[in-house]
């Protein structure tokens, strides 16, 4: 084998160490799932102004729940790395870019911003599609995406009171998908 050819191979090993440590980050989606079912509450029990406003704050429960939730998993998203910590936070990161975009929204065309929401929160998880070559995480942006366009295609609407179960609907199979993929690692 050739030098690189040993380098790829020891970085695919510590792919494969990180899913592991991490359990694929699973409490990550359950988290997320719970947020997008306490949206849907949230739009029943007030207008839609003030329910954007109060999920924009919900979402500040999401990290510490799916690091609760991995735990519970047996994971431990604070893993470290090497090789692969820096981009696992830069992935991370990347959600604080969509804020402008979302609170555009919200003060533009409230209705919209579940969908907004689904779309980019969705969208977040596609690098964990490639960093724990999980289908799960694959399946997730995309099914929710084109699921979410085409119901508001459809309709004609944003369907905000919609589209919090309809993501909800995408993150529970992703999770069935996720904790399935874990079942499957190889242990050490």
Do not use: C
């Amino acid at each position: 084998m050739t030098t690189p050819d040993l380098a790829l191979l020891e970085f695919e090993r510590e792919r494969e160490r990180v899913s592991r440590l991490t359990k694929k980050g699973v409490g990550m989606p359950m988290a997320g799932f719970l947020f997008w079912l306490a949206y849907a509450v949230l739009l029943r029990l007030f207008p839609i102004e003030e329910a954007v406003l109060y999920s924009f704050f919900a979402t500040g429960m999401v990290f510490p729940l799916g690091i609760l939730f991995t735990r519970l998993a047996g994971g431990d998203l604070f893993a470290k790395s090497p090789s692969l910590s820096g981009l696992g936070i830069q992935l991370a990161a990347l959600q604080i870019f969509f804020w402008p975009v979302l609170i555009l929204v919200w003060n533009v065309a409230p209705a919209w911003s579940p969908f907004a929401m689904a779309v980019l929160f969705g969208s977040h998880f596609l690098p964990y599609w490639w960093l724990y070559r999980s289908a799960g995480y694959g399946m997730l942006p995309i099914i929710n995406t084109v699921s979410l366009v085409a119901l508001v295609m459809i309709t004609g609407s944003p369907l905000p009171e919609i589209v919090p179960l309809v993501t909800a609907g995408a993150y529970a199979i992703a999770i069935a998908m996720v904790a399935r993929e874990n079942r499957l690692l190889p242990q050490e």
